[in-house]
């Protein structure tokens, strides 16, 4: 039965270009002397570090563990020393520096001892546990950690679970070797996949300009003996989205509003689905991944890289031409101009671009927009990104909002076609860092204000308190000058007044209701700015933290205390 396919909207077919780099197998590249890994490869929480200066590694090893349930743990790609945990500069467009772990490597190349899994055996929570600890990412470039994709909704039935070889940026082809040369291990991961989500169909989706991978693909569904669907689409950028593969393959359109599995579908990279196979088959975590190296070098092709290797030797395991003047990491329509070689290899590093003048000719002058509508007969997610440009450059962001810009996922259709060369995902970018950055001040004045309320009525409280034990305080005072009637045989001297015992127990019974309260509002406050800290700020807070332990244990102990003492001396007036 042949699959029905669907349209998406939208979309343009640039110059592939990806010829050159599938004429050789994927090769192996060299152990560096030297391993910068950073801790933040993917989306969520920063792992923390488990190693210290000093420390021997080995291959496979946990060298950052996940530190929130959307994070993933990063590991050692080989066996060295730790020479530093510090912070490096990172693959990014920012080049700002990220915390990270340097290894000196010592070339033995010697693995932890592994462990395979029979995930048939367990339960779905421990497997999900064991693809967040092997630092499973989606390796299509999102790099969000896959054991939270692959918890389903509770409401939702699944109906299917889409895998993407599309790989429809230019020049990429890391996706279609991997198919051809590992096309078992990604079948072997899907059914992984398939068997934690429970959907109804596995639909493998590969653009029709990849035959050798979609032969691949459907031998190794076939001698494996699963009903898997493998189905070649159009080639027609960004067929590779996921929701536009997901719109290709089953005519579900996932809303800007929802996440596809409220819609009953859940979507993977096949880079993805190999590396769950290698960390629940062989307890390999993903410590290495296949890059492109293409465009203006001497030998393109494929390589299997480390993660932590400096790209100025990725770059030199391809011969960069002698007129090339940048490097892109990425496809050209959504990557970036690395902004240091001494920036690592990373989770998301799925392309490297040698670029000359000749392959990227200078960007024509910016000319004004002609409201041709070109863009957004282009745009695959429907906006207008002529309208979006006009807000974002005269800064009129809540407009931007109102005509849905972070909608946008920056593909570069809208920049392809513009007749007058406006780089409109980079005002779209520009856009949107400027929100974020109103929101990130605004939550922290809301903050700031939140805790100076708080403030005051805390010290409106304890003046109250403080009043309130006064008064308590003087009435004992005045019960005591009070003369004794004459019928009453006055106390024994030794003894104090019974008031004089409630007022004191009643100042003790006071003092440790207010200190329970304290401690109560020590543990419930969260702290605060604690994002992007150095390591020098995470050990100095590590430090107070660590001095300050001895003290809340006596703040907790001194009430019980106290209170145990009134006790005792009320059993020793009476």
């Known amino acids: 039965m042949l699959q029905r396919l669907f349209k998406f909207k939208g979309g343009v077919k640039p110059a592939t270009n990806k010829a050159p780099s599938v004429q050789a197998p994927i090769r192996i590249a060299p152990i560096p002397p030297r391993l ?11 792992p923390t570090p488990l190693v210290e200066v000093g420390d021997r590694v080995l291959k496979g090893q946990r060298i950052g563990a996940a530190d929130k349930w959307v994070s993933a743990a990063v590991h050692a790609p080989t066996s060295g020393t730790v020479i530093a945990v510090e912070e490096r500069v990172a693959a990014h467009p920012s080049g700002l520096p990220t915390l990270s772990v340097v290894i000196e490597t010592d070339g033995q190349d010697a693995w932890i001892e592994r462990h395979s899994f029979d995930h048939a055996s367990l339960e779905p929570e421990r497997v999900r546990e064991i693809l967040r600890d092997s630092g499973v990412v989606g390796l299509g470039g999102a790099v969000f950690p896959s054991h939270v994709k692959l918890t389903p909704a509770a409401s939702v039935p699944m109906d299917e679970l889409v895998i993407n070889g599309a790989e429809c940026e230019p020049f990429m082809t890391c996706d279609d070797l991997l198919m051809r040369e590992r096309a078992e291990g990604i079948v072997r991961g899907v059914a992984i996949f398939r068997d934690l989500l429970r959907p109804k169909r596995v639909l493998i989706g590969i653009e029709d300009n990849k035959p050798e991978a979609v032969a691949a693909m459907q031998a190794a569904v076939e001698a494996l003996g699963e009903n898997f669907e493998v189905v070649a689409v159009p080639t027609r950028y960004p067929a590779g989205g996921a929701k536009q593969l997901i719109r290709v393959l089953t005519g579900k359109e996932v809303p800007a509003s929802k996440r596809s599995p409220e819609m009953g579908v859940q979507c993977f990279n096949v880079a993805t689905a190999y590396s769950a196979w290698r960390a629940i088959a062989f307890g390999e975590p993903v410590i290495s991944r296949i890059v492109t190296l293409t465009g203006n070098v001497e030998q393109p092709g494929n390589w299997e890289i480390l993660l932590g290797t400096p790209m100025q030797e990725v770059i030199a395991l391809a011969g960069p031409k002698a007129d090339t003047n940048r490097f892109v990491m990425g496809g050209p329509m959504m990557g970036f101009d690395l902004p240091d070689l001494s920036a690592p290899v990373v989770k998301a590093t799925n392309c490297i671009i040698a670029g000359s003048p000749a392959l990227f000719p200078p960007p024509a002058p910016e000319m004004p927009c002609i409201r041709c509508g070109a863009c957004a007969l282009a745009c695959p997610h429907e906006l207008q990104p002529f309208e979006l440009y006009w807000f974002s450059r005269s800064r009129n962001f809540g407009k931007a909002q109102e005509y849905n810009l972070f909608d946008c996922i920056e593909c570069g259709c809208c920049s392809y076609v513009c007749p007058s060369h ?22 922290m004045a809301d903050a700031a204000k939140a805790r100076f309320e708080f403030r005051n009525e805390r010290d409106e409280r304890e003046k109250a308190e403080k009043a309130e034990r006064l008064a308590k305080a003087a009435a004992a005072k005045a019960a005591e000058k009070k003369p004794a009637p004459a019928e009453t045989p006055p106390a024994p001297a030794e003894a104090p007044a019974p008031q004089t015992v409630d007022a004191e127990a009643a100042k003790k019974a006071a003092i440790a209701a207010a200190m329970e309260r304290a401690r109560l509002q020590r543990e419930a406050a969260q702290p605060k700015n604690t994002d992007g800290l150095t390591i020098a700020q995470r050990k100095e807070i590590a430090e107070i933290e660590k001095r300050r332990a001895p003290l809340q244990a006596q703040q907790q102990t001194t009430p019980n205390a106290d209170a145990a003492q009134t006790q005792n001396s009320q059993k020793d007036q009476q």
Do not use: C, M, T
Request: charge should be positive; hydrophobic fraction near 35%; aromatic fraction near 12%.
């Open 422 to 443: 406006i780089p409109l995902v980079q005002y779209f970018r520009f856009a949107k860092s400027e929100i974020w950055s109103r929101e990130r001040d605004k939550n």
């Open 36 to 46: 910068v890994v950073p801790l933040h490869q993917s989306i969520g929480g920063q």
